[in-house]
């Protein structure tokens, strides 16, 4: 079945650099990779999706971007602000009758000030 | 995007017991999925859950013990049964778009904890 590979576990930088979140996938038939936000006590919130057919996507200060044939895809968060702090997911679709999503372990982010 | 009622948001049961949740959305859904995070931990699917047919159980989880109801398009309840301290975890319930490229939407969540 589909495996999905998240790093890293925890990731800290200073308030306006970059992060970048990446993942590996193991079923070429995925076709759809969201990314979602869980701050801590709430339910998970979809920030970013991209589909198989295009290989990156772009919605403010969030990217992400999907590399098909090495089965990866990335989250790219630039202009950090404190209110980025979160766990990150990735997840990748799978097709078996009814399509679900399975998800990668987490990235804890945090925004140093 | 739907908007799903979930509850209890909490609750702490006696070992042995059974809680029912519940999930409540505000449109028609095909499919309802219920998922399981343990604390500090991803989430992972428990079962699919579609209207006139028995859930779908992922491996690792049987009917036995997280029986599913799903009576009509809007509504759906997780059972977690003669529960056990290894069972604190959060539940949640999870509906997708018309297509899953429309995203899932989460309930808010139910957070056990089991004495």
């Known amino acids: 079945g589909e495996n999905v590979e998240q790093h890293p576990s925890t990731l800290s930088v200073q308030e306006g650099d970059s992060a970048v979140i990446k993942c590996t996938y193991s079923d070429s038939a995925s076709n759809y990779f969201p990314w979602y936000k869980q701050e801590l006590g709430k339910r998970p919130q979809l920030i970013i999706d991209?589909?198989?057919?295009?290989g990156e996507k772009k919605d403010q200060r969030i990217a992400v971007t999907l590399n098909k044939t090495a089965k990866h895809f990335s989250l790219h968060i630039t202009e950090t602000q404190p209110e980025d702090s979160a766990v990150y997911f990735c997840a990748a679709s799978i097709n078996q009758g009814a399509q679900k999503l399975v998800f990668g372990q987490g990235t804890r982010l945090t925004i140093n000030p | 995007s739907a908007v799903i009622s979930q509850k209890p948001s909490r609750d702490i049961c006696q070992r042995g017991t059974s809680l029912t949740i519940q999930c409540q959305v505000d449109s028609q859904v095909t499919m309802m999925f219920w998922y399981r995070q343990q604390p500090g931990q991803s989430l992972t699917l428990i079962a699919t859950?579609?209207?006139?047919?028995?859930?779908?159980?992922e491996s690792g989880f049987v009917i036995d013990k997280f029986p599913i109801s799903r009576p009509n398009l809007t509504f759906s309840t997780l059972t977690v049964s003669n529960m056990s301290p290894e069972d604190s975890s959060i539940y949640l319930c999870s509906v997708a778009g018309r297509s899953i490229s429309n995203g899932y939407t989460f309930g808010s969540g139910t957070r056990l904890t089991v004495v």
């Open positions: 991209i589909r198989s057919n295009v």
């Open positions: 859950a579609n209207q006139g047919s028995e859930a779908t159980y």
